[in-house]
């Protein structure tokens, strides 16, 4: 899931100067937990979609925009870890260029950071 993003399905124009949202290297790291809703659409339709933000997504792994990617046991959810500079930019991705983003219920969006930085602050006492 993505965030399912892939390069050639991500619209430029959504992107902040300098390059497409895959492209930039992201300056904020953010944790989420969503669950598909599946309302409305029959199992085959479902797995089809699934399937298109399967694609998506490790195309997202691939370019490094998606730390980390998780599908829970026995539940139509998923957690992860995404890079975006801003919290603009994680509205943008979440909201249109998922393909699976009219079924998405994102219940968590968390911003975080690497434990090795907040270390070093704690080392050196928030100097």
Request: glycine residues 8%; without cysteine.
């Amino acid at each position: 899931m993505s965030p399912g993003l892939r390069v050639d399905t991500v619209d430029a124009s959504a992107a902040p100067a300098g390059g497409t949202l895959l492209e930039r290297t992201p300056t904020m790291l953010f944790f989420f937990n969503v669950r598909v809703d599946h309302t409305g659409v029959s199992v085959d339709e479902l797995w089809d979609e699934w399937e298109k933000e399967v694609n998506a997504a490790e195309g997202a792994v691939s370019a490094g925009k998606i730390k980390s990617l998780y599908k829970v046991s026995g539940q139509r959810r998923v957690l992860g870890v995404i890079g975006a500079d801003s919290h603009d930019e994680l509205d943008r991705i979440f909201m249109a260029a998922l393909p699976m983003a009219h079924m998405l219920e994102f219940e968590e969006i968390l911003p975080i950071r690497d434990y090795a930085d907040f270390g070093n602050d704690v080392r050196a006492r928030w100097k």
